[in-house]
Protein backbone atom coordinates (compact mmCIF):
# COMPACT_ATOMS: atom_id res chain seq x y z
CA UNK A 1 0.00 0.00 0.00
CA UNK A 2 1.24 3.59 -0.87
CA UNK A 3 1.85 5.56 2.48
CA UNK A 4 1.10 8.63 1.05
CA UNK A 5 -1.92 7.32 -0.26
CA UNK A 6 -2.64 5.58 3.18
CA UNK A 7 -2.16 8.74 4.93
CA UNK A 8 -4.34 10.65 2.91
CA UNK A 9 -7.12 8.12 3.46
CA UNK A 10 -6.42 7.89 6.71
CA UNK A 11 -6.37 11.95 8.00
CA UNK A 12 -9.92 12.56 7.95
CA UNK A 13 -10.68 8.62 8.97
CA UNK A 14 -8.90 9.42 12.13
CA UNK A 15 -9.43 12.87 12.49
CA UNK A 16 -13.17 11.85 12.85
CA UNK A 17 -13.09 9.14 14.97
CA UNK A 18 -10.72 11.29 17.35
CA UNK A 19 -13.74 13.88 17.48
CA UNK A 20 -16.19 11.19 17.80
CA UNK A 21 -14.31 9.61 20.59
CA UNK A 22 -14.18 12.04 22.83
CA UNK A 23 -17.33 11.96 25.07
CA UNK A 24 -16.74 15.07 27.29
CA UNK A 25 -15.95 17.89 24.58
CA UNK A 26 -17.27 17.13 21.42
CA UNK A 27 -20.45 15.91 19.33
CA UNK A 28 -20.78 12.59 18.12
CA UNK A 29 -19.82 13.20 13.75
CA UNK A 30 -20.92 10.32 11.82
CA UNK A 31 -18.29 8.48 9.45
CA UNK A 32 -19.47 9.67 5.56
CA UNK A 33 -20.26 7.52 2.94
CA UNK A 34 -16.93 8.13 1.48
CA UNK A 35 -14.74 7.57 4.47
CA UNK A 36 -16.20 4.03 5.00
CA UNK A 37 -15.32 3.26 1.39
CA UNK A 38 -11.98 4.26 1.92
CA UNK A 39 -11.69 2.63 5.63
CA UNK A 40 -13.16 -0.71 3.34
CA UNK A 41 -10.59 0.17 0.87
CA UNK A 42 -7.62 0.24 3.24
CA UNK A 43 -8.41 -3.19 5.03
CA UNK A 44 -8.95 -4.57 1.58
CA UNK A 45 -5.23 -3.54 0.67
CA UNK A 46 -3.57 -4.71 3.38
CA UNK A 47 -1.72 -7.53 2.89
CA UNK A 48 -2.74 -10.59 4.79
CA UNK A 49 -0.54 -13.20 6.33
CA UNK A 50 -1.86 -16.15 3.70
CA UNK A 51 -0.77 -13.69 0.50
CA UNK A 52 3.25 -14.39 1.51
CA UNK A 53 4.45 -17.07 0.31
CA UNK A 54 6.51 -19.63 2.24
CA UNK A 55 9.93 -18.99 0.83
CA UNK A 56 9.43 -14.84 1.47
CA UNK A 57 8.64 -15.90 5.21
CA UNK A 58 11.94 -18.13 5.15
CA UNK A 59 13.97 -15.31 3.75
CA UNK A 60 12.47 -12.61 6.03
CA UNK A 61 13.12 -14.99 9.24
CA UNK A 62 17.11 -15.04 7.78
CA UNK A 63 17.40 -11.50 7.39
CA UNK A 64 15.54 -10.61 10.92
CA UNK A 65 17.93 -13.19 12.28
CA UNK A 66 21.30 -12.18 10.38
CA UNK A 67 21.11 -8.49 10.17
CA UNK A 68 18.28 -7.00 12.04
CA UNK A 69 19.13 -8.78 15.38
CA UNK A 70 22.73 -6.82 15.65
CA UNK A 71 20.48 -3.55 16.84
CA UNK A 72 16.66 -5.20 17.47
CA UNK A 73 17.51 -8.16 19.21
CA UNK A 74 16.87 -11.48 18.92
CA UNK A 75 12.93 -11.88 18.65
CA UNK A 76 12.54 -8.28 18.49
CA UNK A 77 13.55 -7.47 21.98
CA UNK A 78 15.55 -5.16 22.27
CA UNK A 79 18.14 -4.06 25.27
CA UNK A 80 19.00 -0.82 24.24
CA UNK A 81 16.90 2.00 24.35
CA UNK A 82 18.37 3.74 20.83
CA UNK A 83 17.12 0.64 19.05
CA UNK A 84 13.29 -0.08 19.16
CA UNK A 85 11.38 -3.21 20.28
CA UNK A 86 10.02 -4.52 17.36
CA UNK A 87 7.92 -8.07 19.14
CA UNK A 88 4.57 -7.91 18.31
CA UNK A 89 4.80 -4.57 16.34
CA UNK A 90 1.74 -3.93 13.92
CA UNK A 91 2.77 -5.62 10.42
CA UNK A 92 1.18 -2.41 8.65
CA UNK A 93 2.97 -0.12 10.66
CA UNK A 94 6.38 -1.59 10.34
CA UNK A 95 5.66 -2.29 6.51
CA UNK A 96 5.25 2.25 6.71
CA UNK A 97 8.15 2.88 8.65
CA UNK A 98 10.55 0.62 6.65
CA UNK A 99 9.15 2.59 3.30
CA UNK A 100 9.72 5.46 5.46
CA UNK A 101 13.03 5.38 5.85
CA UNK A 102 13.49 3.98 2.17
CA UNK A 103 12.12 7.23 0.52
CA UNK A 104 13.55 9.27 3.41
CA UNK A 105 10.51 10.90 5.14
CA UNK A 106 11.69 9.37 8.26
CA UNK A 107 14.72 11.72 9.23
CA UNK A 108 15.91 11.88 12.41
CA UNK A 109 19.94 11.56 12.86
CA UNK A 110 19.27 7.96 14.31
CA UNK A 111 16.93 7.20 11.20
CA UNK A 112 19.32 8.38 8.90
CA UNK A 113 22.11 6.64 10.30
CA UNK A 114 21.35 3.12 11.20
CA UNK A 115 18.09 2.34 9.04
CA UNK A 116 18.24 4.35 5.65
CA UNK A 117 20.91 2.07 4.46
CA UNK A 118 19.41 -0.96 5.13
CA UNK A 119 16.27 -0.38 4.34
CA UNK A 120 17.32 0.59 0.69
CA UNK A 121 18.11 -2.75 0.42
CA UNK A 122 14.32 -4.01 1.15
CA UNK A 123 11.49 -4.74 -2.00
CA UNK A 124 7.87 -4.29 -0.82
CA UNK A 125 7.46 -8.25 -0.55
CA UNK A 126 10.50 -8.71 1.68
CA UNK A 127 9.61 -5.24 3.69
CA UNK A 128 5.75 -7.08 3.76
CA UNK A 129 6.66 -10.48 5.27
CA UNK A 130 9.12 -8.23 7.68
CA UNK A 131 6.24 -6.78 9.30
CA UNK A 132 4.36 -10.05 9.85
CA UNK A 133 7.02 -11.69 10.84
CA UNK A 134 7.79 -9.46 14.02
CA UNK A 135 4.28 -9.10 14.41
CA UNK A 136 3.89 -12.54 15.75
CA UNK A 137 6.68 -12.35 17.92
CA UNK A 138 5.35 -12.41 21.71
CA UNK A 139 6.71 -9.16 23.35
CA UNK A 140 8.29 -9.56 26.76
CA UNK A 141 6.22 -8.45 29.62
CA UNK A 142 8.19 -5.56 31.30
CA UNK A 143 9.07 -5.34 35.17
CA UNK A 144 5.71 -3.80 37.17
CA UNK A 145 6.77 0.07 37.62
CA UNK A 146 4.39 1.88 40.25
CA UNK A 147 5.35 5.37 40.08
CA UNK A 148 3.80 8.89 39.88
CA UNK A 149 4.97 9.39 36.70
CA UNK A 150 3.16 5.96 35.92
CA UNK A 151 0.10 7.08 37.00
CA UNK A 152 0.26 10.78 35.27
CA UNK A 153 1.35 8.96 32.12
CA UNK A 154 -1.90 6.58 32.11
CA UNK A 155 -4.25 9.70 32.44
CA UNK A 156 -3.17 11.71 29.56
CA UNK A 157 -2.68 7.68 27.87
CA UNK A 158 -6.50 7.61 28.63
CA UNK A 159 -7.79 10.96 28.79
CA UNK A 160 -6.08 13.10 27.12
CA UNK A 161 -5.23 16.78 27.95
CA UNK A 162 -8.13 18.55 27.20
CA UNK A 163 -6.57 21.93 28.31
CA UNK A 164 -4.12 21.55 25.64
CA UNK A 165 -6.35 20.43 23.09
CA UNK A 166 -4.47 16.73 23.03
CA UNK A 167 -7.10 13.82 22.21
CA UNK A 168 -6.81 10.06 24.51
CA UNK A 169 -3.70 8.60 22.91
CA UNK A 170 -5.51 5.34 23.19
CA UNK A 171 -8.24 6.64 20.67
CA UNK A 172 -6.14 5.22 18.36
CA UNK A 173 -3.27 3.14 19.67
CA UNK A 174 -5.96 0.99 21.54
CA UNK A 175 -6.78 0.71 24.89
CA UNK A 176 -3.96 -1.71 25.83
CA UNK A 177 -1.72 0.55 23.50
CA UNK A 178 -1.62 -2.80 21.67
CA UNK A 179 -1.90 -0.42 17.87
CA UNK A 180 -3.78 -1.28 14.86
CA UNK A 181 -2.85 -1.42 11.77
CA UNK A 182 -0.95 1.72 11.24
CA UNK A 183 -1.69 2.77 14.70
CA UNK A 184 2.01 1.39 16.26
CA UNK A 185 2.06 -0.84 19.50
CA UNK A 186 3.44 1.31 22.01
CA UNK A 187 3.11 -0.98 25.17
CA UNK A 188 6.61 -2.27 26.62
CA UNK A 189 8.46 0.21 23.71
CA UNK A 190 11.59 1.67 25.69
CA UNK A 191 10.50 5.23 26.98
CA UNK A 192 13.36 6.82 25.69
CA UNK A 193 13.02 5.87 22.62
CA UNK A 194 9.46 6.85 22.88
CA UNK A 195 10.46 10.18 24.12
CA UNK A 196 12.16 10.92 20.99
CA UNK A 197 10.01 9.91 18.40
CA UNK A 198 7.19 12.31 20.05
CA UNK A 199 10.38 15.00 19.39
CA UNK A 200 10.77 14.48 16.26
CA UNK A 201 7.01 14.53 15.40
CA UNK A 202 6.80 17.91 17.38
CA UNK A 203 10.04 19.32 15.31
CA UNK A 204 9.12 18.04 12.34
CA UNK A 205 12.31 15.62 11.89
CA UNK A 206 9.40 12.79 11.61
CA UNK A 207 6.44 13.74 9.24
CA UNK A 208 3.33 12.67 10.05
CA UNK A 209 0.01 14.52 9.80
CA UNK A 210 -1.58 12.95 12.76
CA UNK A 211 0.86 13.06 15.06
CA UNK A 212 2.65 16.30 14.51
CA UNK A 213 -0.16 18.29 15.27
CA UNK A 214 -0.90 16.42 18.91
CA UNK A 215 2.37 16.78 20.06
CA UNK A 216 3.02 20.74 19.00
CA UNK A 217 1.94 21.64 22.96
CA UNK A 218 3.21 18.58 24.88
CA UNK A 219 6.17 19.25 27.15
CA UNK A 220 8.82 17.00 28.16
CA UNK A 221 7.56 16.58 31.62
CA UNK A 222 4.25 15.01 29.98
CA UNK A 223 6.62 13.08 27.11
CA UNK A 224 8.52 11.48 30.44
CA UNK A 225 5.29 10.62 31.85
CA UNK A 226 3.35 8.98 28.96
CA UNK A 227 6.66 7.23 27.96
CA UNK A 228 7.63 5.96 31.22
CA UNK A 229 3.75 4.55 31.47
CA UNK A 230 3.53 2.84 28.19
CA UNK A 231 7.29 1.30 29.22
CA UNK A 232 5.57 -0.45 32.09
CA UNK A 233 2.93 -1.80 29.96
CA UNK A 234 3.14 -5.62 29.00
C1 LIG B 1 22.65 -0.93 12.73
C2 LIG B 1 21.45 -0.98 13.58
C3 LIG B 1 20.14 -1.38 12.93
C4 LIG B 1 19.90 -2.46 12.11
C5 LIG B 1 20.89 -3.51 11.60
C6 LIG B 1 18.48 -2.42 11.82
N1 LIG B 1 17.88 -1.38 12.46
FE1 LIG B 1 15.91 -0.89 12.44
N2 LIG B 1 16.25 0.77 13.57
C7 LIG B 1 17.48 1.14 14.06
C8 LIG B 1 17.34 2.39 14.78
C9 LIG B 1 18.44 3.18 15.49
C10 LIG B 1 15.97 2.76 14.70
C11 LIG B 1 15.30 4.01 15.30
C12 LIG B 1 15.44 5.15 14.33
C13 LIG B 1 14.86 6.43 14.89
O1 LIG B 1 15.16 6.75 16.06
O2 LIG B 1 14.09 7.07 14.17
C14 LIG B 1 15.32 1.71 13.93
C15 LIG B 1 13.96 1.70 13.63
C16 LIG B 1 13.32 0.67 12.99
C17 LIG B 1 11.89 0.60 12.81
C18 LIG B 1 10.84 1.59 13.28
C19 LIG B 1 10.23 1.08 14.57
C20 LIG B 1 9.17 1.98 15.16
O3 LIG B 1 8.68 1.68 16.26
O4 LIG B 1 8.82 2.99 14.54
C21 LIG B 1 11.65 -0.58 12.12
C22 LIG B 1 10.29 -1.09 11.68
C23 LIG B 1 12.92 -1.21 11.89
N3 LIG B 1 13.92 -0.44 12.44
C24 LIG B 1 13.07 -2.42 11.24
C25 LIG B 1 14.30 -3.01 10.95
C26 LIG B 1 14.45 -4.21 10.17
C27 LIG B 1 13.30 -5.02 9.59
C28 LIG B 1 15.79 -4.47 10.07
C29 LIG B 1 16.50 -5.56 9.28
C30 LIG B 1 16.16 -5.63 7.88
C31 LIG B 1 16.47 -3.42 10.83
N4 LIG B 1 15.53 -2.56 11.34
C32 LIG B 1 17.84 -3.34 11.01
C33 LIG B 1 18.67 0.43 13.91
C34 LIG B 1 18.87 -0.71 13.15
C1 LIG C 1 -5.62 10.24 15.77
C2 LIG C 1 -4.84 9.06 16.00
C3 LIG C 1 -3.71 9.15 17.01
C4 LIG C 1 -3.76 9.66 18.30
C5 LIG C 1 -4.94 10.26 19.02
C6 LIG C 1 -2.44 9.48 18.83
N1 LIG C 1 -1.62 8.87 17.93
FE1 LIG C 1 0.35 8.41 18.19
N2 LIG C 1 0.45 7.70 16.28
C7 LIG C 1 -0.58 7.71 15.37
C8 LIG C 1 -0.09 7.24 14.08
C9 LIG C 1 -0.89 7.09 12.79
C10 LIG C 1 1.29 6.94 14.25
C11 LIG C 1 2.28 6.43 13.20
C12 LIG C 1 2.95 7.61 12.55
C13 LIG C 1 3.88 7.22 11.43
O1 LIG C 1 3.51 6.38 10.62
O2 LIG C 1 4.97 7.80 11.39
C14 LIG C 1 1.60 7.24 15.65
C15 LIG C 1 2.86 7.12 16.21
C16 LIG C 1 3.18 7.40 17.52
C17 LIG C 1 4.48 7.21 18.12
C18 LIG C 1 5.72 6.62 17.45
C19 LIG C 1 5.85 5.15 17.81
C20 LIG C 1 7.07 4.47 17.28
O3 LIG C 1 7.16 3.23 17.45
O4 LIG C 1 7.95 5.12 16.72
C21 LIG C 1 4.39 7.64 19.42
C22 LIG C 1 5.48 7.64 20.46
C23 LIG C 1 3.02 8.09 19.62
N3 LIG C 1 2.31 7.93 18.47
C24 LIG C 1 2.54 8.57 20.83
C25 LIG C 1 1.24 9.07 21.02
C26 LIG C 1 0.78 9.67 22.25
C27 LIG C 1 1.62 9.82 23.50
C28 LIG C 1 -0.52 10.05 22.05
C29 LIG C 1 -1.46 10.77 22.98
C30 LIG C 1 -1.01 12.03 23.51
C31 LIG C 1 -0.86 9.68 20.68
N4 LIG C 1 0.24 9.08 20.09
C32 LIG C 1 -2.09 9.89 20.11
C33 LIG C 1 -1.89 8.08 15.62
C34 LIG C 1 -2.35 8.66 16.79
Known sequence: ??????????????????????PETHENQPTTGEQAAALTKIQQTAPSEEQITPELKDAAAKLAAQE???CHGRSGQSISPTF????GQRAEYIEAQLKAFRDATRKDPDAQAYMW????????????????????????APNPVDSRQVAAGKEIFERGIPAQNVPACQTCHMAQAQGAGLFPRLAGQHAAYLVKQMNS?????RVNPVMQPIMQSFTSEQMEQVATYLESLP
Open 201 to 205: FKNGL
Open 68 to 70: CAL
Open 117 to 140: GMASQLTDPIIEALGHYYEQLKPV
Open 1 to 22: MNRLFSMAVLFPLVTTSVLAAG
Open 84 to 87: PRLA
